[in-house]
């Protein structure tokens, strides 16, 4: 018989399952206690560290096998456009853990893998209108959310509450807390931070300008302030054209693009629809015809767990200020 601990006032917190297995030792040889963190604005406690988490997307499941967290995972969910697990990193983790599904997760999903937490984001597996937090919790079931997911307060709907490396770090930083391997989160942060300081120092002095390009043709999907490609494309040295837009990931209109006149475009590789297929669109879409980042076909392709957040954007970071040193420098 499982029972929950109570929910915050809001029933937005996730609240984890006293279960039926051995309680866990926390990095430092304590045993594992309660442990309360903010996600999303709210206080959530976890009077057990998880041993059957799902997770959604693959950005989150790499959050978990980065802090070496494998045997705590009852199996991941995971659309099979979202890049190949060959030759990636964290392969060993990925032939350990469960697929459980390639489509998104579902409250059947995580009852059937008995679990006592779901890890997944608003539009990264939770939906009004499929899936939320608050239906878990109803099945017994705890949830963490994804911190470049949580939705603003001011709107209810738009997604952003922070930088998104600032994003990244403080779900690192819970992640160790509630799973008690707090040294290794303090660690994995460290290297990302000076990875990312480095790369800061070696941009250039005229920063070139980026458009974010994930998919769709009458109207792109990209990025705004809150999501991971802004501060991707800034930390290498760039700006993202839509910084001043208050969203994570949104739609925006292709006259605003030829406004803005971007001097690179990335192209986030996923879907249905290939890296090659966007670029050879990209270059032959008459609109874009004058617009800088096209006439000097400056086009630079990065994988979709590099944008989103995950412990690859330390090294999108890297890649990507290589290639924007090498603009400024042609002119």
Known sequence: ?????????????????????????????????????????????????????????????????????EDHMAGY???????????????????????????????EDALAADADLVFAGWNY??????????DLHKAGIGTYLLTESCRNART??????????DA??????????????????TKLIAEYKATVA???????????????????????????RYAAPEQIIGEAGGVNILHDLKDSWTTVGWETVVKRNPDVIVINDYGATSAKKKRDFLLSYPPLRNVSAI???????????????SPRNPSAIERLGGYLRGVAEAG
Not at 125 to 134: H, I, K, V, W
Not at 168 to 185: C, P, S
């Open 1 to 69: 018989m499982r029972k929950l601990v109570p929910l915050t006032s809001l029933g937005l917190a996730a609240a984890l399952l006293t279960g039926c297995g051995a309680k866990v030792e926390h990095d430092d040889g304590k045993a594992a206690k309660a442990v309360t963190v903010s996600n999303c604005g709210e206080k959530v406690t976890y009077d057990r560290t998880p041993e059957r988490v799902v997770t959604n997307d693959v950005g989150i499941t790499e959050l978990m096998f980065a802090l070496g967290l």
């Open 77 to 107: 969910v995971m659309p099979a456009d979202k890049g190949s697990l060959k030759d990636v990193p964290y392969k060993d983790a990925y032939d350990k853990v469960k697929w459980i599904s390639k489509d998104r997760v579902t409250k």
């Open 125 to 134: 597996g939770f939906n009004d209108n499929a899936l939320t937090p608050e």
């Open 156 to 165: 209810g709907t738009s997604r952003g509450i922070m930088p998104p490396l």
């Open 168 to 185: 990244l770090y403080t779900d690192l930083e819970n992640l160790g807390k509630i799973f008690g391997v707090e040294q290794r989160a």
């Open 198 to 224: 480095d790369v800061r120092a070696k941009a250039p002095e005229k920063r070139p300008s980026v458009f974010l390009y994930d998919s769709g043709q009458d109207q792109p999907f990209t990025s705004g």
């Open 295 to 309: 006439k000097h076909k400056r086009v630079y392709v990065l994988d979709y767990a590099d944008l989103v957040e």
